[in-house]
């Protein structure tokens, strides 16, 4: 298979630092290779995504600025909105295998219910519905949502950059793939979009580290590839928030309005990814040459804001 690479951003908002760093090891990881590299909008909630064709034509104008381009440029297939019918067959095949049953539980329920939240804000589902499908208790009037129910079983993935990581499914529990309102879940598209696509290599922040062992069972039940997963480090402001948190100026619009050049923006970003030693200023052709993985760091890493250029 081609080495294959991808950046999959929610343009729930303008690129922020943090977004295109992400961008930029993805697309560094697969080009100082000579792979491929895809663009997916991952626009599955467009009730919750307005401004669309705006923000995602603002996005491809940051990252062409930056120097990240994608090989076949944007397709209408590229967008998760326009892919319901692979989703929908994915969850066919799920259902076959006797692993997708109808939920109806309500959000109050469900808070109600469920085992204590994980320290990442996940609870795992307590089965109240799982335990009606098994008694073949008659449907409810109100759409169900569609969750999948997860064996007890560990799976471990050997990250690139944090390493052995593994957890049994059990923990995060049964999940939904499709809600009640027909929205199909953001870990059965990902998952599928990154097989079908071609996807062999999924670099993205360090905050979904604990989805990938359900996505990789996911794969794994609809007989899909699995790819090899990089999660780097996020970044956060020197006082150690999120950057995506800080207020405003840290979208690449603005750092451009405040007259820092391309080369600025990645010296800073290549110093986060451990790449230089120093936020100097650095260009795309250079760090393709001596991009190196290893020198990720493992942990968040704090990036100061670049001074305004006169
Ligand atoms: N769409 C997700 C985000 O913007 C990323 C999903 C992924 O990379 O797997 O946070």
Redesign the pocket.
């Given at each position: 298979m081609e080495l294959t690479g991808?950046?999959?951003?929610?343009p729930s908002g303008y690129l922020h630092l943090g977004?295109a760093f992400?961008a930029l090891v993805a697309f560094l990881s697969v080009k100082s290779r000579g792979g491929r590299f895809l663009l997916r909008v991952?626009d599955l909630d467009r009730v919750r995504l307005p401004d669309m064709p705006e923000r995602t034509a603002a996005l491809l104008c940051d990252l062409a600025w930056l120097g990240i381009t994608f090989d076949g440029g944007l397709d209408p297939s590229d967008y998760q909105s326009a892919r319901g019918d692979v989703y929908a067959a994915a969850i066919e095949k799920l259902r076959s295998r006797g692993l997708v049953y109808p939920c109806w539980c309500s959000r109050a329920e469900l808070h109600a219910a469920t085992a204590p939240h994980l320290s990442d804000g996940r609870y795992a589902y307590s089965g109240t519905c799982y335990k009606r499908f098994l008694r073949g208790d008659p449907p409810d009037k109100k759409p169900p949502a569609l969750r999948v129910h997860v064996p007890d079983e560990t799976v471990g993935f050997d990250d690139l950059i944090a390493g052995h990581y593994e957890e049994n499914l059990t923990l995060g529990g049964d999940f939904i793939v499709r809600r009640s309102d027909g929205v199909f879940a953001?870990q059965l598209a990902?998952a599928v979009d990154?097989a079908l696509t071609g996807v062999t290599e999924?670099v993205?922040?360090r905050d979904?580290l604990s989805?990938t062992p359900a996505q990789i069972w996911l794969l794994r039940e609809l007989g899909l590839p699995v790819p090899q997963y990089a999660h780097i480090p996020l970044l956060t402001a020197p006082d150690g928030r999120r950057l995506s948190k800080r207020d405003g100026d840290d979208s690449l619009a603005s750092y451009r309005e405040r007259g820092c050049r391309p080369e600025d923006v990645l010296g800073l970003l290549a110093a986060a990814a451990g790449q230089t030693d120093r936020a100097e200023p650095v260009s795309m052709a250079e760090l393709l040459a001596c991009f190196d993985i290893t020198k990720i760091p493992k942990t968040d890493v704090a990036v100061g804001t670049l001074p305004p250029r006169i």
């Open positions: 991808r950046f999959a951003p929610t977004n992400c991952e953001y990902v990154d999924v993205r922040g979904l989805s």
